[in-house]
């Protein structure tokens, strides 16, 4: 049984760094990808970056480009999620998802993916 368990989130204000982690454990992850969602008060949940577990390669929503990395700790079976210059409107919970992926770039709907977290909360104060 996959799980996955985020930590990290928390109180920052504009301009400043988190680092959310996602540990996963229960499955060998060889041909998955990894994959960050947020989803703000009243909004959809919103694709963010994913990583594919065997390559390394990334892919990131362009409201993620040159603010946000994603990489893995494969020893620790962990996946992060590097934030900076955080902006009031990043404000949202923030999920890790898995699924097997043979494809690149890798789907971004969250319908498509059936592991998820429980979520970590960042908020992000002007």
């Known amino acids: 049984q996959v799980q996955l368990v985020e930590s990290g989130g928390g109180l920052v204000q504009a301009g400043g760094s988190l680092r959310l982690s996602c540990a996963a454990s229960?499955?060998?992850?060889?041909?998955?990808?990894i994959t960050w969602f947020r989803q703000a008060p009243g909004k959809e949940r919103e694709f963010v970056a994913a990583?594919?577990?065997?390559?390394?390669?990334?892919y990131y929503a362009d409201s993620a480009k040159g603010r946000f990395t994603i990489s893995k700790d494969h020893p620790k079976n962990t996946v992060y999620l590097q934030l900076n210059s955080l902006k009031p409107e990043d404000t949202a919970v923030y999920y890790c998802?898995?699924?097997?992926?043979?494809?690149?770039?890798?789907?971004?709907?969250?319908?498509?993916?059936?592991?998820w977290g429980q979520g970590t909360q960042v908020t992000v104060s002007s």
């Open positions: 998802a898995a699924r097997y992926e043979s494809r690149w770039p890798p789907s971004t709907r969250r319908n498509d993916y059936g592991y």
């Open positions: 229960g499955h060998t992850f060889s041909n998955y990808v």
């Open positions: 990583l594919s577990w065997r390559g390394g390669n990334t």
